[in-house]
């Protein structure tokens, strides 16, 4: 059926350090992604999105990558703060949708 | 412009017994969707309700059920509780004609014992 995992589960570093959280996906028919941030007790917070349509999109100090290929997401955090600690999904959706499928979610833990 | 809210944040129940949870989307939004979170599963959709019509469905059985209203506001009801519906339950509203982007509520948690 269709997923969308992450390969590591907790990710530390320091402040400062670029952070990279990677996400696989495997519904072909995705079109659309999206990063996540949630803290806790806390709803999902939307950090930045995606079109298929594109390879890179950037944000404030947040860059996402596509890679349709081998169906490959990730998010780069520049410059990491504490309070980037958080636990972080990426999603996907496909065209005429609205159903989000979620990545297991990545924590990241940063270090003063 | 207020964002999503969800009553109750905390609940506890006992199993057999039945729940209803509510949520109110941004102020002109008329896509609900409701997701279950837990530590197994982790984040699961649950369905989509668009102008007062289930428009999506996930894999839960048939007693998690929902509504929404004429006002946008939308209800889940899951009934026969189990231990394992435990968790949090998150909404999200889904922003104006084109947009994708959904925006979630603080959730409401849920306790079975």
């Known amino acids: 059926g269709e997923s969308v995992g992450l390969h590591l589960p907790t990710l530390s570093v320091q402040e400062g350090d670029n952070s990279i959280i990677n996400c696989a996906y495997s519904n072909s028919a995705s079109d659309y992604f999206i990063w996540y941030k949630q803290e806790s007790g806390k709803g999902p917070q939307f950090i930045i999105d995606i079109r298929s349509n594109m390879d890179k999109r950037q944000g404030q100090r947040v860059t996402v990558l596509l890679n349709k290929t081998v169906k490959h997401l990730s998010l780069q955090i520049a410059a990491t703060q504490p309070g980037d600690s958080a636990v972080y999904f990426c999603a996907e959706k496909a065209t005429g949708f609205q159903k989000l499928v979620f990545g297991t979610g990545t924590r990241l833990l940063v270090s003063p | 412009k207020a964002g999503v809210t969800q009553t109750p944040r905390y609940l506890i129940k006992t199993r057999g017994q039945q729940v209803t949870l509510s949520c109110s989307p941004i102020?002109?939004?008329?896509?609900v969707s409701w997701y279950q979170q837990t530590p197994g599963q982790g984040l699961q959709f649950l369905f989509e309700?668009?102008?007062?019509?289930?428009?999506n469905k996930g894999n839960f059985p048939g007693r998690f059920s929902g509504r929404q209203f004429s006002n946008s506001r939308s209800e889940m009801n899951v009934s026969t509780l189990e231990l394992g519906d435990s968790a949090l339950y998150l909404c999200a509203s889904l922003g104006t004609s084109g947009s994708d982007e959904q925006f979630f509520g603080p959730g409401t948690r849920l306790t079975v014992l």
């Open positions: 102020s002109g939004h008329r896509s």
């Open positions: 309700y668009f102008s007062e019509t289930q428009r």
